[in-house]
């Protein structure tokens, strides 16, 4: 067998592949098919997910068509439904919690590749993964019963009274709302774009930091200088890999942002998201077009993250070309 | 870390072994447990490694034994995006796919859920271990004259043993955690149930999100003890899986 590039056969072995079936014995043959089948269910459950989506959905699109997207009014009693207020608050929330978490990931990323001792790296790197594997429920309760009454006391009403006059600080203090959602998404993609961002840091080759430093550069500018430009594709894919995540998110979010219709421009108010709107939504739904809505709302999701997924893997992958064991 | 710190002091307080041994009782009553939310978890994560798994590292070994580069590249493009597909996504369209056609919410269905979540990250993992072995190794079984199924199960797979493993493992603790697909899989059940096809069952995450936006604090007080069994189990899966990695 010959192996090309990337140790993917070529030649006699190549044409085993396109016809697996025609290979040089019984057990070959059938175990070619069968992986071949078990490697393209992959792409038929991408096929297939998209496919169930639109074939449920296909009552609501047909009643609403593009007005679906740009209809404010979510009203299940008056059998009306529009996809704005959950997407303004997808998008919103997504963005407060890249606003928040960017700065300090990318801090801690810069500090765990280029700063840190070696024995602090491997502690460290460990917290941060174990942080992101933290259920996203259990963060959910941690927000509702501790996160929730903080920015209640803390920030809306120490801000009661003095800052209201500005529209993103008016509203009722809660606690429940679009601020809360986007702090807690921030926590649960910090690690995300931290482990990503270090990743593609340490892919940056030494030689580039050590023609930097043998120009006399100091540790800082070697950083913003060489490192930061070397890698900045790769930095971009993963703070946008963050917001395919934060996007999506679902049960935490649903715990604290407090179900609220309307578009305002205040923090405090209680909003919703597209995902959460199908998560609370989804078993009160009592008639068919109800349930098409909310399976459209998923749809328009689904497109949402996959086109924001394709972007940040095409450059982190431009990269650092395997990504390796890097979790979601 | 200060997460970590609450969920262990507020779970710790509400932990008892009825917790894990008792059913749920009627609202607002103290006491009761969680048993019947632990068997389904078990039951539905069960049944999403049995599919998962397999399938995960079939596509896995095919990217890497078979594919050419193209088809390779488009598989692996696919498997990093269906990754990045929300929870609630796949939820739904299992809903669609099985709850809907077989008439009712299932264990099936939710391991069915799960198994697609993890798919996608059990194959990408198998593959990137399957690519660290070896190209001559490969090469000395087939100049054997072993055939190529065989040359793949029996020399490839065991080399790259502990990497499929962890990988598997770190997809099981991604499933354990997940609620989203759950709501309209599982969806749930106040009593124990064994059946994998024929009612609904419960799951620790799916108990811990009802109990968390209940009004009734003794309820509380247990879905911190349930969060608690939940992040220790999903904490020492993962765990265990980096050491695998690391002792080599």
Partial sequence: MRLGRRGAPVGEAALAVRRPWRAANAGDAIAGVIAAGLGFSVLVLAGLLVYELVDKSWQSIT???????????????????????????????????????????????????EIAPPWLRNPFSFLVEMLAALPSVVLGLWGLYVLVPWVREFVEKATLGRLNF???????????GMLAAGLILSIMILPIISAIARDVMLAVPTSQREAMLALGATKWEVISGAVLPYCRSGLVGAVILGLGRALGETMAVTMVIGRGYNITASLFRPASTASSTVASEFNEATYQLYISALVELALILLAITVVVNIVARLLVWRIAKSPGLIRE | MLILGFVLAKGISSLNIDLLTKMPVPEGEAGGGVANSIVGSLMTIGIAA???????????????????NRLGDVIRFTADVLTGVPSIVVGIFVYGLVVLRMGNFSALAAGIALAIIMLPIVARSSEEMLRL??????????????????????????????GLLTGALLAVARAAGETAPLLFTALGNRFMSLSVTGEPVDALPLRIYRYATGPYSEQHGQAWAASLVLVVTVFVISLSARLLLRRR
């Fill in chain 1, 166 to 176: 500005i529209p993103l600080f008016s509203g009722p203090p809660f606690g429940v």
């Fill in chain 2, 50 to 68: 049995l599919i998962g798994i397999p399938v995960g590292i079939g596509a896995g070994a095919f990217v890497s034994e078979y594919a050419g």
């Fill in chain 1, 63 to 113: 009643e609403f068509g593009l007005g679906f997207i740009t209809s404010t009014t979510w009203d299940p009693v008056a059998r009306e439904f529009g996809a704005a207020p959950a997407i303004y608050g997808t998008l919103v929330s997504s963005i407060i919690a890249l606003i928040l978490a960017v700065p300090v990931s990318i801090g801690a990323a810069i500090f765990l590749s």
């Fill in chain 2, 133 to 162: 072995v070896p190209h001559s190794q490969r090469e000395a079984a087939l100049a054997l004259g072993i055939t190529r199924w065989r040359t793949i199960l029996n020399v490839v797979m065991p080399a790259a043993q502990r």
